[in-house]
């Protein structure tokens, strides 16, 4: 099977090549942004939105992601976006909640990606709740919402019936194929790359793009 071919946005954050790596299932280029950001997409499979995005950028390009997507390109996006860039779906910044009463629930997941992650370690970091997402998602109708919060709110939306392609979505909850490097949590780390690792296939599953 030939490698996932992904395009990495990069907004300068320093560590970001280290928790994306290269290996034997999925290649990486990276994008950096400037002012005359305007990447080709039509020979990748995936496009990365990671956390730090520059969400103004990537407004720039919207029609070109859309694009993409019709031809059923897989977009990831693992940040709150608060330009309205990503088709069907809605990022909302909410810090009403108090993050001590902050849990994470499995709710939707037909591909059985919960036997893959700790949903426990995505709860707590060294005893702290509510750590790993912020806001929160107003799905598609029709999207499929992997994980909720205590309030039923999305936290992460596998979206299949807004384009031809498939829309991976956290609100803000970072993922890597390294682990994230601002927690020491082992278990915390561990969870957001078997995660990532988990979702991977679904990019092979949904890759239909024509050049």
């Not at 070109?64 to 997507?69: G, H, M």
Request: with cysteine; glycine share 10%.
């Amino acid at each position: 099977m030939q490698p996932i071919k992904a395009l990495l946005i990069s907004n300068g954050i320093e560590g970001l090549p280290k928790m994306f790596q290269a290996n034997e299932r999925i290649q990486y280029t990276l994008a950096e942004i400037d002012r005359d950001f305007d990447p080709d997409l039509q020979d990748y499979d995936l496009v990365i939105a990671p956390n730090g995005t520059d969400h103004v950028a990537l407004y720039r390009i919207r029609h070109k992601i859309r694009q993409f997507l019709d031809h059923g390109g897989t977009l990831f996006c693992f940040d709150g976006w608060f330009t309205d860039w990503i088709p069907g779906n809605r990022w909302v910044m909410d810090n009403s909640k108090k993050t001590v009463d902050i849990r994470y629930c499995i709710q939707e997941d037909s591909a059985g990606l919960a036997q893959h992650f700790s949903i426990d370690h995505l709860n707590y970091t060294h005893g702290i709740s509510g750590w790993w997402a912020c806001g929160y998602i107003e799905p598609a109708g029709g999207a499929e919402v992997l994980i909720a919060d205590t309030w039923g709110r999305a936290m992460m939306v596998i979206d299949r019936v807004s384009t031809p392609g498939l829309i991976v979505l956290t609100a803000s909850g970072p993922l890597g194929d390294f682990g994230y490097g601002t927690t020491d949590d082992g278990g915390s780390t561990q969870a957001m790359s078997d995660l990532y690792q988990a979702i991977l296939p679904l990019v092979s599953s949904a890759k239909t793009w024509i050049a």
